[in-house]
């Protein structure tokens, strides 16, 4: 494996990985609770659901590439937990677990079971996923007559990733 365990790149890594978690966390918060059940459109999951999807998503692929880090998965992959609190612990649970992975994996030297053919690459993926539902999740909330101006969810989001010394 290219990348040593305690590489200040890998470091890097996983800090943009917790900024994602942090990101989709100030979301959760912005996102009234009435609005949980509407939908970006007809036949798609709802908001809630698609939070839900993203926790359970990071859990499977934890389970499916290094089972020794994986954490018990949801029944349901789009069970919406109504109390926002209990919400944002699975997302850090799953988070925590995703970090854990890539960082076990790197550590052993060892490659992910099922997919990806670097553990880096996992990250990379589901935060291209994350950003996908993001915007969904965005979207669901203009459609429903409540969007999110850039000034509620600007420092929130854009400013965790490019304002230095904001984290």
């Not at 909330?141 to 304002?163: H, I, Q």
């Amino acid at each position: 494996m290219p990348t040593a365990p305690d590489d200040p790149l890998l470091d890097a890594l996983l800090d943009s990985w917790e900024r994602n978690n942090r990101i989709l966390i100030n979301l959760l918060r912005l996102v009234p609770p009435d609005l949980l059940d509407s939908w970006p459109a007809p036949a798609s999951p709802s908001i809630g659901e698609l939070f839900a999807h993203v926790h359970y998503v990071r859990l499977v692929f934890v389970l499916e590439d290094a089972p020794e880090c994986a954490r018990p998965l949801p029944e349901d992959e789009y069970a919406v937990e109504r109390d926002v609190a209990r919400f944002e612990e699975m997302l850090n649970e799953s988070a925590a677990a995703v970090a854990q992975a890539v960082r076990g994996r790197i550590a052993a030297g060892r490659a992910m079971e099922t997919h990806y053919d670097h553990p880096i690459l996992m990250l990379q993926h589901l935060i291209w996923h994350e950003g996908y539902h993001h915007g969904q999740i965005k979207l669901a909330l203009k459609l429903a007559g409540r969007p999110l101006s850039d000034k509620e969810v600007g420092r929130g989001t854009w400013g965790v990733w490019m304002l230095k010394g904001v984290s």
